[in-house]
């Protein structure tokens, strides 16, 4: 793997370890309701399980992107990238909230682009 493809890959991971930080750790915090937009501290409380759980796939995620780096696989690294970028076309068009595309695909599909040439 090139250069530039390892610190694109290495910063979906991150940002997906941080995906893993709010929605695990700070989804009833002031940050959390923030950063997702959510509707109130009520309704934090009430999907703090579900956060969470959707907090462990982002961690799974950044997980396999790191093991790829580490043991510089690039199908494995292609493997991760495409989750990421289906799991970031699906929250985008399930939410009706662009941002997500933008925030979660877009940077897996231009690391997707440096992995395949």
Known sequence: MSTIAIILI???????FYFLILEMFLWTTPKGI?????KSKQFAEDTK?????????????S???????????????????ICVTVAGIYGSYSTKQIKLFVVQAVPAIIALIFCLF
């Open 10 to 16: 290495a910063f979906v991971a991150l940002e997906h």
């Open 34 to 38: 923030k950063a997702f937009g959510l």
């Open 49 to 61: 399980v579900l956060a969470a759980n959707q907090g462990l796939y982002n961690g799974f995620l």
């Open 63 to 81: 997980a396999g992107l790191i093991y790829a780096i580490v043991t510089n696989d690039l199908e494995i690294a292609i493997f991760f990238l």
